[in-house]
């Protein structure tokens, strides 16, 4: 059963449609056991989420979607509490990106190692450092997986995305799903959800 750990609500300010008891219901309409939360740069609706999963009897999984700069550049990652500690350094980092740039918060390299304990961390996909660097510099990307396989082990996985209308989409899995198997780096599928139904494409078009 596939379980969706890419997903964002309304909470995420003008980037996403679902209200969180709507995703809830779709994912236990969908048969799923679990589902995550990954709104950006916050947790405003951890609270909401988590008692509308329970209810649904559906497993909760807390995470937060950050922009992480690397090489004047800024890439995706999403970070997930594995543990009640990792819940706690969740709120930590959340809390001190948006103090330090409230307009644009950036995770740096600095913070997320300062704050990993209980963190599991998923590399971002399509819009993540290690992806996009290996279409653009095979060593970077190496350097890159190297520094996250460091601090977090087993509990790094890359991530693939099914999004066919990004340019260079396709290519861009094929050489993540290579690399993860030569590496032997744990791979892991999303969807990257803003809205639940085809007609609201037009609708989240118009919000973002």
């Known amino acids: 059963m596939f379980n969706h750990l890419r997903n964002h609500t309304h909470y995420s300010l003008l980037k996403a449609l679902p209200k969180v008891d709507a995703l809830v219901s ?14 950006y740069s916050n ?33 995706k990652i999403i970070l997930i509490a594995r543990t009640l500690q ?6 930590r980092i959340v809390s001190i990106v948006n103090v330090d ?5 950036v995770l740096t390299d600095d913070i997320l190692i300062m704050y990993k304990d209980g963190l599991t961390v998923l590399s971002g996909g399509a819009w993540g450092d290690v992806s996009n660097l290996l279409v653009m510099n ?14 977090f082990g087993e509990h790094y996985y890359m991530e693939i995305n099914p999004q066919s209308s990004m340019e260079h989409g396709e290519s861009m899995r094929k050489k993540t799903i290579e690399y993860a198997r030569a590496t032997s ?24």
């Open 138 to 151: 095979t060593h970077d990307a190496e350097a890159r997986l190297n520094f996250y396989k460091e601090h």
């Open 86 to 91: 990792g819940y706690k350094n969740l709120m």
């Open 43 to 75: 947790m405003y609706g951890t609270i909401e989420f988590y008692a509308a999963c329970k209810k649904a009897d559906i497993k909760p999984i807390i995470g937060v979607e950050f922009s992480i700069r690397y090489n004047e550049r800024a890439f």
């Open 26 to 39: 779709a994912a236990k309409k969908d048969g799923m056991k679990a589902l995550a939360i990954t709104d």
């Open 101 to 105: 740039n409230p307009l644009e918060p």
């Open 185 to 208: 780096t744990p791979l892991v599928a999303t969807w990257n959800t803003h809205y639940l139904h085809d007609q609201d494409k037009a609708a989240h078009k118009t919000l973002y």
